[in-house]
Structures are given as C-alpha cells and as structure tokens.
C-alpha cells in the first residue's frame, strides 16, 4: 500500500492567495483526520471525517478555512485568503476506524505551507 | 489546553542507554497511544495502551500506564542513533471517530 498520500509537499504562496492541500487516504480507512503543526502549538487536530461526513470541525481556525471529502479516497483542506499566520507543515491521516476506540492513525509525509 | 503533555521537552542520551518519557493527561480516555516523528516526516504508530491494561512491550518499547495517577511512560531501552526523533502521546477521548489528543511531544537525541 502507498500510505496515505498528500499533495503538494511544499507550498510558498503570498499573503491574500487561496491554498489548496490535498489528501489520498489508505484504501478502505472509513475516517480521515487533518492536523496542523507548529513549533508553538505543536500539532493541532483541524477536523476530522468519518464516512466522508465532517464530525468535527472544532479544530479550524476560523472561516478561512475550509474541508471537504467528496469521496472516500480524497480530501482537501483550503485556506482563502491565506495569512503568514498560516505557515505550518499540515498534515492528513487516516485510520481504519472499526467502530472501536482502539483505532491507530497512519500519516502523511505532510505538506510544509510557507505565506509570505 | 493540552490534553496529553510529555514531560522532559528534551532529552539526550548516549547510545546503549535507557530513554524515559513521561506523559500525563486531565481526563479519562479509552485508550493511549505513543507515536514518533523524525525530522520532515509523518508520524508513525508505535504502540497502543488500553485503559484496562498496566503495561505491554513491544521490542525496545515498554510502556505503562496508571489511570489513577492520569500518566503513562514510555521506555526506549538500549537506545540506537536512529532512535533519534520526537515522541507523542496521544488520548482517545472521543468513542465514536477515535479522535486523537496529542501532546506537544519529547525531543529525544542519541548519540553515538
């Protein structure tokens, strides 16, 4: 299996530009995960999908921010307008989610989003 | 505020040595997990504690837990270089979607 795979892995875009990250989980994982990660607050939970369905989005940091997963084997996080607040290493995950609480997560390699 | 907090931030050790980590969280949880992360990468799953259990090893890794006291450590044992990277705990708090809580994880150096 390729793991999940994220796209693209580095992103440098300027201050006011929309950014798309996107996300291919493993085949057959039913939930999908979001994280943001900073040195200073280190890794963040965003939102978080099961079944495709958005469960929680507690995690987005404002309206700029946006996720969606029109299918099982894709995702995307969007920033508009983006902010050099913004500047962190995102990453997405999936799990086979079986129903119990004993699921483990399997990570992308990440995308690193530098806002100028 | 943080769920999951590993406790040291930093730790460096020299090759062959034991490495310790700490982890202490607020509320209950079903189940905690310990990833690592070298530098540039994903995370990557090492091992899982259920609530119900005390201890479980895994090659170099063990593992305790103490709901009473709401910590658990992580025990790296003869450690190697490539050990190197930074160390997570994680809580399951939700039941349903298995949302995790990671803390801000340890920085453990081995030298050689």
């Known amino acids: 299996d390729a793991g999940v795979i994220q796209s693209p892995r580095h992103e440098v875009t300027e201050m006011g530009q929309e950014v798309t990250l996107r996300c291919k989980p493993i085949?057959?994982?039913?939930?999908l995960f979001w994280y943001r990660q900073t040195m200073m607050r280190g890794l963040e939970l965003l939102i978080y999908?099961?079944?495709?369905?958005?469960?929680?989005d507690s995690g987005m940091p404002e309206d700029r921010f946006s996720a969606k997963m029109p299918n099982a084997s894709f995702s995307t996080l969007k920033i508009q307008p983006s902010e050099p607040r913004d500047s962190a290493v995102y990453f997405c995950?999936?799990?086979?989610?079986?129903?119990?609480?004993?699921?483990?997560?399997?990570f992308g390699p990440g995308t690193r989003l530098t806002v100028l | 505020s943080q769920q999951g907090e590993e406790d040291p931030q930093a730790l460096s050790i020299q090759e062959g040595e034991n490495a310790t980590m700490n982890c202490s969280y607020k509320?209950?949880?079903?189940?905690l997990q310990w990833y690592r992360q070298n530098s540039g990468r994903g995370l990557v799953h090492l091992i899982l504690?259920?609530?119900?259990?005390r201890e479980k090893h895994s090659g170099r890794l063990r593992v305790t837990l103490d709901t009473s006291k709401k910590s658990s450590s992580l025990l790296i044992t003869a450690s190697r270089a490539a050990d190197t990277a930074s160390y997570f705990c994680?809580?399951?708090?939700?039941?349903?979607?298995?949302?995790?809580?990671f803390g801000k994880g340890t920085t453990l150096s081995v030298s050689s």
């Open positions: 995950a999936s799990s086979p989610s079986s129903g119990g609480a004993e699921d483990t997560q399997y």
């Open positions: 085949s057959g994982h039913n939930s």
């Open positions: 999908f099961n079944n495709n369905v958005p469960i929680d």
């Open positions: 509320t209950s949880i079903n189940n």
């Open positions: 504690i259920r609530s119900n259990e």
């Open positions: 994680a809580t399951a708090v939700h039941q349903a979607g298995t949302a995790l809580i």
